[in-house]
């Protein structure tokens, strides 16, 4: 996984953080930006993601005393746990006006600068991911925006290895058939 | 595209068609979410504090028993255990075993806080909304909206601004919930208190000449220039502390102090559209298709977005920007607008967006979402400070008023004024509620109800721009920014006399809040102390004890200056009660100023209803009275200016906390008025009234 602390150094870091608390600042500072950008990319909105990320760093620091190390990364947790806020979140809402407005956010914008034919392309591809099923969708980011191997996805999702490379699999295949020209 | 060899994918797809999308998928990347730097700092400390918590939960119990403190409490935590027991054994009630959520806020015991910024409630852990705002209450009365951000609520008044010289108390009921439904446990208390407002705001005062009068730009408007400009102004902001001018001009952004100090370039070149952050610490420009924001220092450049934005604006932290047919908030779409903008403006707020397009004016409200289409094409010159009324051209008049609403005041033609045929038109709107138009070769100042519309200069003054403390305009003729006071020395409110008077009357209420009477004495002549001697308190000893103390008016009066100032007694952090005490300041034989005269009116207790904060004698024909409450509107009927032959007329009209009065005849300088609010007219939205009468006795100004 790219840019990702040296596992011994992030095992180092976690069990400070498991003795002390207070260490807890420092996997934050690392891990602030991945589990954001990851909520942000589900929630697609900032209030929304903010909240959410609140509530993986709280409950992460919470949780930290009785963290197991299974070899797989930190970050893994921190995604598990964003998982199944972002899950909590949308059970007690109307999962159809999200999907809306990630297609108002992500489709049909006038260009807005001199790259505007390469965003749109690349929110055309991601337009689609957004209306693939929930857990093809988390798979999907997961894998190809967050550079995750597939069994840590599976930590994090609660899967095996083998369904969540079906839910990537099947996920690709459907993007390809609709947006198959811009990627050919 | 050159992408690293990813081994699992070149497991999963057999089909080089998918397996180029796969790829092709990890190749393009999604733009980078907005983070709030604000967010990240508070959830960081956030975490901390919490942390904090639980390390010292995870001491080991004999170093907790062993410590100090522990020894010391042993005794009483034993009886506690043992009250508790009998108590849990008695009323069988359940016990929380939760750990009690933690409150707080950056305001908290804060002093001289700004007014215009909302009340930030953090809360250590995810809450229930609805909850936490049914249990928040405002003292004083305030109608509020909320908004949250994180954890985190801000309570922002509607009016937009908080009340000035007032001790805000947010109280929290214990039935807010947490978002697992945990009750709070216990209320929670936020308190700080406001700053003081330039004292008095002044307005301009006209000249004495009928208008419109020939006069000299020399000679109307003392001016100095400041800075060589690279090109056209287009943009410019005060800081909030009057010291500093941003201008963008010929593409720069600078920051030009009205002192001696030197000018900073912020940004070299290319800035279109600009907006100062309303806490004053950045500004927001469009440059190069992007938008970014800056320190006034120079200091901190981040990009938000790269888009080519019409208009740009602040809403709290964030950057509000328009492209396209779009409305943003870094890279989020907020809406989408009925029309193509061709032109469009932010409110001082964010909270608002008047835009044109090919079809009409539109006013869209951020708040609600909602999108009005106005009667008439709108262009607005300038916002009021609090963000909800804007001065514009419409039908060749000028007006004022709520560009969403239907009436407006009319404050001129254009025809009127007169202004050249086609002239662009500059305007500026005071916090002391004067509208300062420029354009077509003259100065013009204008209340906002359409009253004393007066010429004040000659000449160009194009984007001519009130300081916040109205003492100064700046304006950019040509290719120079300028500062100046309009008819030399009368844009200052303070006198000459107050401002000798002004630092006796600071050394004086502030020995007397630190207790040292040996240097409050000092500042009082012989009959200063005689006013003291019998049975006034000069000094406080124990609680309650003088908190804070502010200027409710300030006139010149004779050879000195003439104060009421509130003076505020507190229990620990909570003020209980307040009184007025009239102080006369004025130079002794020597020539030095000292306290002459002082009376003290009669105590209050605070929290108990509404209260004057301020009372300003703005012209001889205006007197605005602020409050720190909301208000029924109802209460500009009730009040009341007393002259020598009785009650004046006067009209009322009243609008976020402040009560303005117009007068059917000018005051006499040299006449002695008393203004009475009397209790059973006033009504704060809580329903509740002042304890008793106020009343004040002012001079008419100069």
Known sequence: MSGLPPREDESRLVERAKQDPTAFGELYDRYFHQIYRFVYSR?????????????????????????????????????????????????????????????????????????????????????????????????????????????????????????????????????????????? | MNVPRDLELDQLFDDAELLRTAYYLKAVRTPEPPVDPAFRMALRRELMQRAWTMSERKRPWWRVLLGPPALAWAGAAAAAVVVALVATLFYAGPINPGEPVRVQSDLDNATNVGLVQPIPVAFDQPMDHPSVEAAVTIEPATKVSYSWQGNTLYVQPVSGNLAPNTQYVVHVAPTARTAAQKPLGKPQTISFVTQTPPTPRPSPRPSPRPTPSPTTPQQAVVASGLQTLQGPASWSAWSADSSTIYVVAGGQLLNVPVGPQKTRTLVADGVR??????????????????????????SGQADVATADALAVGWQQSRVLYVAGQDLLSGRTKLATLAERPSSAWFSPTGERLVYSGAASSHVFDLRTGQDSVTRSATVPLAWAPE?????????????????????????????NLPLASGAAISASWSTGDDILVAGGGGLWTVRPDGSGLRRLADGEYPLVTWAPDASHISFARSTTLWSGVVNGSSLPGRGGACEVANPVLDGFMGARARGDADAALALLDENGRRAYSGGRTLVWRGEPRLHRYYTILEQPSGAGCRYVVRLVLSRGNLDVNDFDEVLLIQPDVSGRPLVHGSTAGQPRLLGKGPEVVLVEVTDPTHLRISFDSDLDPAVSQAIQVQGPGGRLAAQGSYSDRIVTLTLSAPLDPSGTYQLLVPARGVKDVGGRQPQADYSLEFSGPD
Request: proline share 4%; charged share 25%; no cysteine.
């Open chain 1, 43 to 184: 929630v697609k909105e900032q209030a929304g993601a903010e909240d959410v990320t609140s509530e993986v760093f709280m409950k992460a620091l919470r949780g930290i005393p009785r963290y197991q190390d299974t070899g797989r990364p930190f970050s893994a947790w921190l995604y598990q746990i964003a998982v199944n806020a972002i899950a909590d979140r949308y059970r007690s809402r109307r999962i159809t006006e999200d999907i809306d407005e990630l297609r108002t956010i992500s489709t049909g914008e006038a260009p807005m600068d001199e790259m505007a034919a390469q965003r749109d392309e690349i929110r055309r591809i991601w337009a689609v991911v957004e209306t693939l099923p929930g857990p093809q969708r988390t798979a999907m980011v997961l894998k190809f925006q967050e550079d995750m191997k597939i069994e840590d996805i599976a930590s994090v999702m609660g899967k095996t290895p083998g369904a969540v490379k079906l839910l990537i699999h099947r996920g690709v295949t459907r993007v390809r058939s609709e947006v198959g020209r811009a990627v050919s």
């Open chain 2, 273 to 298: 559209q600009a907006a100062l952050a309303a806490d004053g610490s950045r500004i927001a420009y469009v440059r190069a298709g992007r938008v970014a924001t800056i320190g006034v220092d120079g």
């Open chain 2, 387 to 415: 963000g909800r009324q804007a001065a514009w051209v419409a039908n060749g008049s000028l007006l004022a008023g709520d560009p969403e609403a239907s009436s407006a005041a009319t404050l001129a033609a254009l025809g």
